[in-house]
């Protein structure tokens, strides 16, 4: 298994700012992701979070808008830049060790955009 | 591009009966994985059950257990003696082998179990 930590827990911000948003595995993972839970919706892929490079967006996430960083085999961190309230949402990091086994995900960060 | 399609958006089942959730998904590869995820309102999510295209027999974890039918792609999770604790979002998803472990989920069925 694999022990995540992620945080904050939650936020409330004001439009126009940015929020970091860590993710913290107890151990070396191979396979990284973020993921957004609109409310009352499904997860939807953010991002891949590559070690040591620029991360790989899914259609419609772009960069500039959800900067990510890995910088090693443990961390990474979300930036939700330049916030307005439809960023409002539960983002979600996931890990895994291996193709295709269990995905461990954190318990997410409740960000709410004022 | 893969879908999986969760068709009962809310669902309840009385304290120890049974109760059965839908999953169908859309693809052409051959080989894949499919899971189910539980969501309790702590928003922790949970691997429940996970079965390996390529198995025929479907996967069983204690008081719960899958249906899957290949050919119709098709992927239901029927969970036995429900318990209060069952109470939550579950969500079909879906992976490709081979893949880069990204998952496809479907929108989820809240399950309610009633004293």
């Known amino acids: 298994s694999a022990v995540i930590s992620q945080k904050p827990s939650r936020d409330i911000c004001q439009r126009g700012t940015s929020l970091t948003i860590q993710c913290q595995v107890d151990?070396?993972?191979?396979?990284m992701f973020w993921y957004r839970q609109q409310p009352g919706q499904s997860l939807t892929l953010i991002a891949t979070a590559n070690q040591g490079s620029e991360a790989t967006y899914e259609s419609g996430f772009v960069i500039d808008k959800f900067p990510i960083s890995r910088p090693n085999l443990t961390f990474s961190t979300l930036t939700v830049s330049n916030m307005s309230p439809e960023d409002s949402s539960i983002y979600l990091c996931?890990?895994?060790?291996?193709?295709?086994?269990?995905?461990?995900f954190g318990q997410g960060t409740r960000l709410t955009v004022v | 591009a893969q879908t999986v399609t969760q068709s009962q958006p809310e669902m309840s089942v009385q304290e120890a009966e049974t109760v059965t959730l839908s999953c169908t998904y859309d693809t052409s590869e051959n080989n894949y994985y499919l899971f189910w995820y539980k969501q309790p309102p702590s928003r922790q999510m949970i691997l429940v059950i996970r079965?390996?295209?390529?198995?025929?027999q479907n996967a069983t974890e204690n008081r719960f257990s899958v249906n899957f039918q290949k050919a119709a792609k098709s992927f239901s999770l029927k969970i036995s003696d429900s318990q209060l604790g069952d109470t939550a979002m579950y969500f079909c998803?879906?992976?490709?082998?081979?893949?880069?472990?990204?998952?496809?989920f479907g929108k989820g069925t809240k399950l309610t179990v009633n004293p």
């Open positions: 079965q390996e295209a390529y198995k025929q």
């Open positions: 151990s070396q993972v191979t396979m």
């Open positions: 998803a879906f992976t490709s082998q081979g893949g880069s472990e990204k998952l496809v």
């Open positions: 996931s890990v895994a060790r291996r193709l295709n086994t269990e995905a461990f």
